[in-house]
Structure formats: C-alpha cells, structure tokens
C-alpha cells in the first residue's frame, strides 16, 4: 500500500511527465520543422539511419499528445497539486494560464495559454504582419512546468 507521500510523489511524477509531452506537443505545432529535425538528431545519436530513422522520427511525433485536447486536463490536476503543495505560488501558475481582464492590445508579453488554445494570432497592416503568435505562449507553459519541478525539489 502506498503511503500520501509515495502517491503525491508518483502524481507528481506521472504529471511532470505529461507536462513534458505537452511541451514537446506545443514545440512540435509551433516550429513542426525544428522539432522533426530534434528528434532526427536524437534518435540518428541512437545509430538510426534512412529508412528505419524516417520511420521512428515520424513515429515519435506522432505520439506526441494534442496540446489542445490534453493541457486542460493536465492544467486541473497540475493547479489541484499546485494549491495544495505551493498555495502561495497558485496565482502565479494561474496567471501563466489566463489572459490578463484589462487588455487594449495582445503582445508577447500578455499572450497566454488560453489564445493559444484559441488559435489566436494578431497581426497589423495590409500585409499581415505578425505581431504574436502561438508560438508566444511557450514561455508561459514552460513557467508552468518550473512551478511544478520546484515541487519535486528538497526543502520545497
């Protein structure tokens, strides 16, 4: 029988984990080109070449979870763990989540996770220029992701 800390340690664990996949989701649907050509480069270190390499290396991105389908999910259970472990840090990991009330316009720096599961872009002028994109809210998943690692740290 597990003990609360085991159990804590193993959802902790398992919750890391997904959070992981939905970073590596998130780079893949930003920057699809870059990230096949890391996981090329990863597997190729493995002694994976031609055909066996272009296999596995779509193999391997196809595995990866749909960000828009699986970060709500995983947002419930990371902020039920957050508030119970860190409460002072809640706001922050929140914050990272939902867009700011006051908005006149959307940059990089107010672009959150929730524009990102709309598909939001915004870009100006005539010829479209992008001003912020998805790609805007990596940093906010990935501040995310810190709040949660610093669970599993000593003395946290």
């Known amino acids: 029988m ?3 800390l085991e159990r804590y340690k193993k959802d902790l664990d398992a919750l890391i984990l997904k959070g992981d996949n939905l970073f590596n989701s ?3 649907e930003c920057f ?3 990230t096949k050509d890391l996981v090329k480069t990863e597997l190729g270190k493995q002694g994976l070449v031609g055909k066996k390499l272009a296999s596995k290396t779509r193999e391997v991105m196809e595995a990866f979870p749909s960000f828009k389908e699986t970060y709500q999910s995983w ?3 990371a902020k039920a763990l957050v508030r119970q472990v860190l409460p002072d840090r809640l706001s922050d990991f929140v914050r990272h989540n939902e867009k700011p009330k ?3 316009d959307i940059t990089f720096e107010n672009y959150r996770i929730e524009d990102y599961l709309q598909g939001l872009n915004v870009s100006r002028g005539y010829e479209k220029v992008k001003v912020v994109g998805p790609d805007a809210a990596i940093p906010q998943f990935w501040q995310q992701m ?3 690692k610093t669970e ?5």
């Open 75 to 77: 947002f419930s259970e």
């Open 26 to 28: 998130m780079q893949m």
């Open 152 to 156: 599993r740290q000593p003395g946290s």
């Open 2 to 4: 597990l003990s609360n």
């Open 146 to 148: 810190a709040i949660l």
């Open 102 to 104: 006051p908005r006149k």
């Open 32 to 34: 699809p080109d870059q």
